[in-house]
């Protein structure tokens, strides 16, 4: 299954689809804003000439005073003019809650929509893919990638919109009052957006660089935190409060720097926007006086002037950002267009022989070369091997977790490749050698796969932990903390190992998940399964030899490759390694 490679256009459609009548509903609020915005400094450019000083009616004042009921009715009721402006501020509040109102629910709606794509890819990801992304990586792709993607099409697409029609508007007003003083205000705010754009670029190294030290930061807080009784247990706090401390100094001297800059530029941005207002005051004064603008018309002038400014520095910074959106959506792209497991169509439930013929495997380097064996269904093999010989690679090959690099594995004769990962999961049920436990209680954890209240009791019987569960006062209901903190490695070694006997599943692997138990209590969970899945195929992994002698085959890894193989008594016949690894963990010599 292939998945559609996504351009960064078709991600912002993909990502806006659901959220976009919300998003135009937004640009429509915002344009009566600014329409409101820009017809008040009008209505009162109006009432000084016409109204206060009876200049003739000429140009968009005809309009005006016809929607006010004329000239001389104005004249008599003053208070029109007090009503229009106090409308027109109504429609621009009611607008702007509309507007934040509405952006707000397209912000949320934006951000479920991309959460729950990359979320739900993310699950469908094959463990090659994970291997090679860090976990800090990723979620800061899901949070403050998508956060600037928002950003982009939410903020700063509507704001520039907003601007764009604003500065038309009020220039194209301008240019119909007066010509020269409209060209100097089309040329100084060009240079103000200039002035914006070029400090917000070179600005955006030194807020890139804060960002990075502030994950520098909270990773180091983060590992310290993930790693406390290390910490504590080797003694480091002093080093590690050190270390702590000066990226923190750093840090802080980053953001002062940043400051510092920030601050010249606001004040020097704030002392241009007032030069270039003392111009066209300047100016519009002089023009005034020989009669080529009116008194209403300054004003207007001014007041466009003053309005623009903002939004002029604003559109600077806009513009700058634009680039990390665009780093943001091809981050966010990287995980999207990732191709998802791809596993066959075959509909049928997988159970009988498990095969593997000739199976290699690469991480990096080789890993497993040309394994064959078979393990007959209902049997037991056990499978022993030197630290980093491959035993956990073979179980994460038969539960799909990777594919073969070469060779085939089969179940019941169907290559696994061809099953769908529905079937091939339900009927491998692995107990990885690192268990992960759920935070929550030991219930939920139980229940993670569904199932009844009698299937789980049984389950944690035959686990043996039932022991452990009836030693805590809350039972099912005992909370056990991050990843299961509060629980013994044995006693979270057998959580998971119930959790997976709810799977019910006609083949188990155990993968070293009897190394933290005393050997009484390995024999008694042993001799449980055997009980109780007679016909359950049953992969034991273990370092421990007492722990798989009793299987009725045997492998011996090394290096990825099977050097011994028999039942117990033939390997110890043989006299190889596994005799050598006998010998040594029962004290020499007994059978
Ligand atoms: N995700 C990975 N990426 C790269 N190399 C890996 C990865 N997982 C395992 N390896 C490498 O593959 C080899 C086999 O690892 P594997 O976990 O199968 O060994 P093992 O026999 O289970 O060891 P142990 O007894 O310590 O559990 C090792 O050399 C290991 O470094
Ligand atoms: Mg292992």
Known sequence: MRTKKQSKLRLVAYFIKGSFYLFALSVFFNLILVFTTVLIPRIIGFTVDCVLQN???????????????????VKSHYYIVLIALLALALTAGISKFFNLYVNSKADEKLMQRMR??????????????????????????????????????????????????????????????????ALIAATTIPAMFVYSLIFQLKAKKHFRKCDEEEGVLSARAQE?????????AFGRESYERDRFNAQNEYYTGLWVNLLRRLAVYWSSSDLLAS???LLIIAFGTVFALRGSVTEGE?????????????????????????????????RIGEIINAEPEDYGRLNRPLKGDIVFDDVSFSYDKPTLSHLSFTVKEGSTLGIIGATGSGKSTIAHLLAGLIRPSGGSISIGGVDITSATLRDLRRSVGLVLQNGYVYSGTIGDNLAAVGGSDAQIRRCAEIACFDDVIRGFSAGYDTVIGEKGVTLSGGQRQRLCIARTLMKNAPILIFDDSFSALDSETDLKLRTNLSEAYKNTTVIIISHRIATVMNADNIIVLDDGKIIEEGSSAELLNKGGVYKKIYDRQTGGGAK
């Open 55 to 73: 200049d003739p009616l000429m140009g968009e004042n005809v309009l005006i005073a016809s929607l006010l009921g004329g000239v001389e009715f």
């Open 116 to 181: 729950n794509k990359l979320f739900c890819h993310l699950l469908v990801l094959p463990m090659s893919w994970h291997y090679k992304h860090m976990t800090g990586d990723i979620l800061q792709r899901c949070t403050s990638d998508m956060q600037t993607i928002l950003n982009f099409i939410s903020a700063q697409m509507m704001s520039l919109i907003r601007i764009l029609v604003l500065v038309s508007i009020s220039l194209v007003f301008m240019f119909m009052m007066d010509v020269t003083l």
């Open 224 to 232: 310290n935190l993930s790693a406390a009784r290390v910490v504590r």
């Open 275 to 277: 030069l270039q207002l």
């Open 298 to 330: 300054l004003i207007v002038f001014i007041s466009y002037n003053a309005m623009l400014i903002g939004p002029v520095r604003e559109l600077g910074r806009i513009v700058s950002n634009m680039s990390k959106a665009g780093v943001s959506l091809e």
